[in-house]
């Protein structure tokens, strides 16, 4: 018997389409991972049920809830995207009813950024018994300690319902403040994660971070080494976890920061991750190339540990320090995300609120290459100031710098950010589902512009996709640096079409 199972609901097919079956990553539960060992330092017992990994059906994962016998159940709700905390709600609710309809009486409880975001909303399920507000971690030890029952109502940081079910959310609770990151936030507990022959075997990198190569895409792994954000972009919500008000219309902007674990906790990760045979690791802080406080102690620990890791990190491009860049390349980080968004200033400039550097975006890209080291861009299409004329802007500067990779989403007010309470200030239709929320799937509904109708927008980008994607100059660029093997894995990529309500197709 478990005192709590984590579960990692399967949205994949939905969200992603048929790029699920080999393209899209398969991203180990990271913060099931931080809560189970959190709980597990307090001396409770955790399981982690990963729907996801597994390709586990709505009645194997119903069976394996049952079999674990847990006193709570907890779907963690995070994932790879910014918007994976909502489009992971298709999943979680279609698995909590599947839950309720086997007679099982075991409290289910919910969180993770659309929890955050929406609390009222996600309570109101008929399936969702309790929900943690922000990370949880602190409202989840009191909640295990409890009886799950009368004593419920004096719990900070969580939602329950009444009598007759009316929802109501408790007193918020504190998120572990700095200075207790690595006491009460201990590590991951990899042990738990489920595995066919070795260790995160059931995981998959990203196809780009492996260099375009399948066969080096597992084992894989993705750790933190700060949360949160300092800044506040508009179509933003990575802060909503940090929230600690209870009030409507809070969103990421109110609780922007940073919280950092010691660079000897990191170490201690690494090593774990090492030492289990993974290569291809994933530093997923939203702004790791920031703090050189931080950041340098983990690179040099990389280099003198000699790990051999292959790793990525994110950037913003006006946070890239030329002088570092050798220590990164030495320590493994082969690739950079970077945000660089939109290729027209003004448009930028408004959904970042000022707080962008403006910086020669050619200069920082030429100085990353030179290093040696592999650049994906970021772009988003159909922010509230585009219209197809910037759009061509953000397509023309995509094309003109050919990076190794590029990201190109719609634009969507996602449920936490600014630009959601935005959205509804001005009357714009939010999308009408969680699967309409994900950027790849056949209802995605992207938020319209000030110009330019939501179907306008998503064909703009699945057309600009496409043409990034099928360019000459970038497929050369590919086999030249990758391989021809390489080069034939995207062309085959690329072969695969979206189907998107939108446009009818």
């Given at each position: 018997m478990s005192d709590v199972v984590f579960v990692n609901p399967d949205s994949s097919l939905t969200a992603y389409q048929d790029l699920a079956e080999v393209f899209s990553a398969i991203e180990p539960p990271t913060w099931s991972l931080l809560l189970a060992e959190s709980c597990r330092s307090k001396g409770f017992?955790?399981?982690?049920?990963?729907?996801?990994?597994?390709?586990?059906?709505?009645?194997?994962?119903?069976?394996?809830?049952?079999?674990?016998?847990?006193?709570?159940?907890?779907?963690?709700?995070?994932?790879?995207?910014?918007?994976?905390?909502?489009?992971?709600?298709?999943?979680?609710?279609?698995?909590?009813?599947?839950i309720k309809d086997s007679g099982l009486g075991t409290p289910i409880c919910f969180c993770g950024s659309h929890t955050q975001a929406l609390p009222m909303e996600v309570l109101n399920y008929k399936s969702v018994d309790l929900i943690l507000l922000n990370e949880g971690t602190y409202a989840?030890?009191?909640?295990?300690?409890?009886?799950?029952?009368?004593?419920?109502?004096?719990?900070?940081?969580?939602?329950?319902?009444?009598?007759?079910?009316?929802?109501?959310?408790?007193?918020?609770?504190?998120?572990?403040?700095?200075?207790?990151?690595?006491?009460?936030?201990?590590?991951?507990?990899?042990?738990?994660?489920?595995?066919?022959?070795?260790?995160?075997?059931?995981?998959?990198?990203?196809?780009?971070?492996?260099?375009?190569?399948?066969?080096?895409?597992?084992?894989?792994?993705?750790?933190?080494?700060?949360?949160?954000?300092?800044?506040?972009?508009?179509?933003?919500?990575i802060n909503i976890?940090?929230?600690?008000?209870?009030?409507?219309?809070?969103?990421?902007?109110?609780?922007?920061?940073?919280?950092?674990?010691?660079?000897?906790?990191v170490a201690k990760e690494m090593k774990k991750l090492a030492d289990l045979g993974v290569r291809t690791l994933r530093i997923s802080d939203e702004m790791f190339f920031l703090n050189r406080k931080y950041y340098l102690p983990i690179l040099d620990n990389c280099i003198q540990e000699e790990y051999g890791f292959n790793m990525w990190a994110y950037s913003r491009i006006d946070t890239v320090r030329p002088q570092v860049l050798e220590t990164f390349k030495k320590a493994g980080v082969n690739w950079l995300a970077l945000?660089?968004?939109?290729?027209?200033?003004?448009?930028?400039?408004?959904?970042?609120?000022?707080?962008?550097?403006?910086?020669n975006i050619r200069e920082v890209c030429n100085t990353i290459s030179n290093a040696g080291i592999n650049i994906i861009s970021n772009y988003i299409?159909?922010?509230?100031?585009?219209?197809?004329?910037?759009?061509n802007e953000t397509l023309d500067l995509a094309l003109e710098l050919n990076t190794e990779?590029?990201?190109?989403?719609?634009?969507?007010?996602?449920?936490?950010?600014?630009?959601?309470?935005?959205?509804?200030?001005?009357?714009?239709?939010?999308?009408?589902?969680?699967?309409?929320?994900a950027f790849l799937s056949y209802e995605c509904e992207p938020l319209q512009t000030n110009n330019?109708?939501?179907?306008?927008?998503?064909?703009?980008?699945?057309?600009?996709?496409?043409?990034y994607f099928t360019s000459s100059k970038y497929l050369s660029l590919v086999e030249r640096k990758f391989g021809k093997r390489q080069r034939e894995n995207i062309e085959d990529m690329a072969k695969i079409k979206l189907k998107r309500r939108l446009l009818a197709s």
């Open positions: 017992v955790p399981a982690i049920l990963d729907c996801d990994a597994e390709r586990l059906s709505l009645e194997a994962s119903v069976e394996r809830i049952t079999y674990l016998n847990a006193r709570l159940i907890v779907f963690v709700l995070y994932g790879q995207n910014p918007n994976s905390g909502t489009t992971s709600m298709i999943g979680a609710i279609k698995l909590a009813d599947a989840l030890w009191n909640l295990l300690s409890s009886n799950l029952g009368s004593d419920i109502t004096n719990i900070k940081g969580i939602g329950h319902k009444m009598n007759e079910g009316v929802p109501v959310l408790n007193n918020p609770e504190r998120v572990v403040p700095q200075e207790f990151m690595d006491r009460d936030l201990p590590g991951y507990a990899w042990d738990l994660l489920p595995y066919k022959t070795n260790p995160l075997d059931l995981y998959r990198a990203h196809f780009w971070h492996a260099n375009f190569d399948h066969n080096q895409r597992t084992p894989f792994a993705a750790i933190y080494t700060s949360l949160g954000c300092q800044f506040a972009c508009n179509f933003c919500m976890l940090n929230r600690v008000d209870n009030g409507e219309n809070i969103d990421a902007s109110h609780s922007k920061g940073m919280r950092f674990w010691s660079p000897g906790w945000g660089v968004e939109a290729g027209n200033q003004l448009v930028r400039q408004e959904v970042q609120k000022g707080s962008f550097k403006e910086v299409f159909g922010f509230p100031e585009d219209n197809l004329e910037t759009m990779m590029a990201n190109m989403y719609a634009c969507q007010a996602l449920p936490g950010s600014p630009l959601y309470h935005t959205a509804k200030r001005n009357g714009w239709a939010l999308p009408s589902s969680y699967e309409a929320f330019l109708s939501s179907a306008e927008v998503l064909k703009f980008r699945d057309d600009a996709w496409n043409k």
